[in-house]
T-cell receptor, first 109, second 117 residues
Framework: RKEVEQDPGPFNVPEGATVAFNCTYS??????FFWYRQDCRKEPKLLMS???SGNEDGRFTAQLNRASQYISLLIRDSKLSDSATYLC??????????FGSGTKLNVKP | GAVVSQHPSWVICKSGTSVKIECRSL??????MFWYRQFPKQSLMLMAT?????????EQGVEKDKFLINHASLTLSTLTVTSAHPEDSSFYIC?????????????FGPGTRLTVT
């Protein structure tokens, strides 16, 4: 069983739409959670951390549900520039980072 | 700040040859660097954790004699793919943590695309 699972998508949405991704993790000892963004053939870049209380950064909202072992990312008012692959990352101990396979988002005009 | 570079950005080599990839933290010291491999449309897979001044820790299934890692300084780690074969063709990405800035965030290099013919 994979440590982290994501729906690969693609999610095809029009500009201005709201879209949400989920990511499930299998290890209840997971400590920290992040969403990264990866553009085609580029390195991943940190989008935001995910806290138990949830956090919001502009159009992006991330939430953690420890009971059900999933994290979510909500993007409001989608822009063309949001088109990318979104990777969730789970840290199980200080040096063990596990990446999901990514969810591809295509925002269309 | 927190910039990580990789060199080369892409390389094509013949089967059986060895290729060295460098990963540098440009504006911070990194006692630990990570090496990942990513095949098309797949997730980043951690290959090994590179520790300055000591042996690297390899993930299960990664051959340490094939993927040689050296972390000789606080700003440089190298990955050498020895006797490369076409199945080693992949996108290799390194990352580093700046512990003075953040305990968990990883800063990624731009990646090295290896093609073995």
């Amino acid at each position: 069983r994979k440590e982290v699972e994501q729906d690969p998508g693609p999610f095809n949405v029009p500009e201005g739409a709201t879209v949400a991704f989920n990511c499930t993790y299998s290890n209840s000892a997971s400590q920290s959670f992040f969403w990264y963004r990866q553009d085609c053939r580029k390195e991943p870049k940190l989008l935001m951390s995910v806290y138990s209380s949830g956090n919001e950064d502009g159009r992006f909202t991330a939430q953690l549900n420890r009971a059900s072992q999933y994290i979510s990312l909500l993007i409001r008012d989608s822009k063309l520039s949001d088109s990318a692959t979104y990777l969730c990352v789970v840290i199980i101990n200080f040096n063990k980072f596990y990446f999901g396979s990514g969810t591809k988002l295509n925002v269309k005009p | 700040g927190a910039v990580v570079s990789q060199h080369p950005s892409w390389v094509i080599c013949k089967s059986g040859t060895s290729v060295k990839i460098e990963c540098r933290s440009l504006d911070f010291q990194a006692t630990t660097m990570f090496w990942y491999r990513q095949f098309p449309k797949q997730s980043l897979m951690l290959m090994a954790t590179s520790n300055e001044g000591s042996k690297a820790t390899y993930e299960q299934g990664v051959e340490k004699d094939k993927f040689l890692i050296n972390h000789a300084s606080l700003t440089l780690s190298t990955l050498t793919v020895t006797s490369a074969h076409p199945e080693d063709s992949s996108f290799y990405i390194c990352s580093a943590r700046d512990l003075e800035r953040d305990l968990y965030e990883q800063y990624f290099g731009p990646g090295t695309r290896l093609t073995v013919t």
